[in-house]
Nanobody, 121 residues
Framework: QVQLVESGGGLVQPGGSLRLSCQAS????????MGWYRQAPGKQRELVAGITRGGNTNYVDSVKGRFTISRDNAKNTVYLQMNSLKPEDTAVYYC???????????????WGQGTQVTVSA
């Protein structure tokens, strides 16, 4: 009943910028934490940035000062603004959303389909 659809990936030169978007649709009661993960070839998936419902954020050290995560609760959408991109940022990026069930404190994690980000000269 819930689907996360990502957009905004692509090919960019080093130093360039991209903005990823991820919108949740379907039966959404309440979205708690949202985040962006990435997985590069031969590497383990890592959390890039996370944001709580109240707007508190955290980032992996390698993207601090370059990436900004934000959300629009009215649109059920999370964004990742990526500036000063480096080749090592190349990966498939996945969004996630923890969606709370009615009358409970339990959340189910949903995932987007993934979008490719390639940083190359």
């Amino acid at each position: 009943q819930v689907q996360l659809v990502e957009s905004g990936g692509g090919l960019v030169q080093p130093g360039g910028s991209l903005r990823l978007s991820c919108q949740a649709s379907g039966s959404v009661f309440r979205i708690n934490n949202m985040g962006w993960y990435r997985q590069a070839p031969g590497k383990q998936r890592e959390l890039v940035a996370g944001i709580t419902r109240g707007g508190n954020t955290n980032y992996v050290d390698s993207v601090k000062g370059r990436f900004t995560i934000s959300r629009d609760n009215a649109k059920n959408t999370v964004y990742l603004q990526m500036n000063s991109l480096k080749p090592e940022d190349t990966a498939v990026y996945y969004c996630s959303a923890d969606i709370q069930r009615p009358l409970t404190s339990y959340s189910t994690t949903y995932w987007g389909q993934g979008t490719q980000v390639t940083v190359s000269a």
